[in-house]
DNA sequence: TCAAAAGTGTTCTTATTACACCCATGG
DNA sequence: CCATGGGTGTAATAAGAACACTTTTGA
């Protein structure tokens, strides 16, 4: 899992014997001749694959988690990874990152951005795979159970607290990261993290686990409500013990509606 | 070239067909299982490739260009492309992107990005070819010829000009262009595109023409001089039939001294 | 009555915008 | 002497940063 692990280790393939093959396909590509070639021959060029990664980011106990796997299976076995799989044949790139998010949670239609391919020749033990990393953001509440999947376990971990993955995952989660820290200042994403009903102080800390920095009370509602993008409830917390806060949601429709109007989100 | 045409056509694959051979892929992954497979089975598997397109920015005549090349071959013989090339077996993918501007322009180091990769089943005719968009910034005056490449022929179009191109590649150059104005207003990446000596009336030429808008000249200078990265050269444009104008370079060296105490640039 | 978090305005500083005229040169 | 682009400053406005106390609730 997380990574392709299906081709056979490729041979150590030297410099000048893989230049060759791959000079052929690219006459070949020139000149779109399709010689019968025999498919073991083919084969050596066409031996990678590319899989696609998913950094499931969740927001909880005022943290930012992620959802790791554990790996079942050799190369890394017993390491935390990123689940991901290898893109099916027929399957659009961005459909194997929702069909991953969902295998794993069952959730559907989350926010989900494609961030980076990683591509260095020897980033998986047993063979050129090429992964695609795309990051996505769910409510944790929605959450419920891993259902019947390919993982191993699977758990959320608090991405300050996350020690050595499998692969290239750690460069893939620290790129994703630093995505999502542009991302959020730039469009309102921040509230695909927390439930439909929220408070102030809330979002705040949100903000303030994904950008690392400590925000100004006053001055972080003072542009938030500016903006008109939040909706009143009038209700409040129940349950806390001390004064209640009123909860809010995101408006997504007047969102949608300034943008058309030229207005864009910037915090 | 462009695009990988090596693969010969993909036998049209039922959703069942596929699933399943990819499901027996995700079940060996998972168990690390390799049996030795009839090579021919795991080739449908393996039918697909991965290509580099890089989208080559110039700017010149106060206009911000692209270099395409012209398809000798089918599919889209005839059609402009970006330049491309399949991504060799025993190469990293960045490696390919360089390769591919070196091949076409002669220029090695110059500023290279990663943008995105576009993956949908049936972007390339021919097969399933997964391609990673590239962009990058060179200096017009030090391309010279096209070296003995791949391109029938290549030449250098007004991003604003460009036609219909072959593949998706409109959709790609619109994503790296898209992406190379966000990144131009976050980093001082807009001196790749000049000459080492220029003036301050090209420099805000080159951003006004990436961004799409006019800049106000007295705030321009204010804001880019009250940077301190140009280092203001005492030499002035000759053989102008006006005002001859000063010439600065960038000083990268204050910039990066400048990024390690905490400074960022945005314009 | 205490603890804990909610809620609220003003001042100061800094960045952004808008705007018009004289200057140096080559033809 | 004219056409062309080069070069310059100030005032008004808007945005951002800093900052401390009162309120409401449950325990």
Chains 1, 2 share one sequence.
């Not at 961005?94 to 069909?99: F, G, H, K, Q, S």
Request: proline share 4%.
């Amino acid at each position: 899992m997380g990574d392709g692990c299906a081709m056979r280790p490729v041979k150590a393939c030297t410099d000048e014997y893989c230049k060759k093959k791959a000079n052929v396909a690219v006459v070949l590509a020139r000149n779109n001749r399709l010689p019968s070639w025999d498919m073991s021959e083919v084969a050596s060029f066409f031996k990678s694959a590319f899989s696609v990664d998913n950094v499931i980011f969740g927001f909880d106990g005022g943290e930012l988690k992620v959802l790791l796997i554990q790996r079942g299976a050799a190369p890394y076995r017993g390491k935390w990874a990123l689940p991901g799989d290898l893109v099916y044949p027929n399957e659009d790139l961005d459909a194997a990152a929702e069909r991953v998010l969902e295998q794993l949670t069952g959730l559907r239609g989350v926010y989900l951005e494609q961030v980076k391919t990683f591509g260095a020749v020897n980033r998986h033990p047993l063979g050129r795979v090429i992964t695609v990393a795309y990051y996505s953001l769910v409510k944790i509440s929605d959450y419920t159970v891993t259902p019947a999947s390919f993982a191993h376990s699977a758990r959320w971990h608090a991405v300050s607290k996350v020690g050595e993955l499998a692969f290239d995952h750690n460069e893939i989660l620290d790129t994703c990261l630093r995505r999502l820290k542009l991302k959020v200042r730039m469009a309102p994403i921040g509230f695909e993290l927390l439930p439909p009903k929220f408070t102030l102080t809330e979002l705040q800390h949100l903000y303030e686990s994904i950008l690392g920095e400590k925000l100004d009370k006053r001055n972080f509602r003072k542009k938030i409500l500016s903006m008109n993008l939040l909706h009143d409830l009038n209700e409040v917390q129940e349950g806390v013990a001390h004064r209640p806060a009123r909860l809010y949601r995101f408006d997504r429709q007047t969102y949608q509606q300034f943008v058309a109007e030229g207005f864009s989100f910037y915090l």
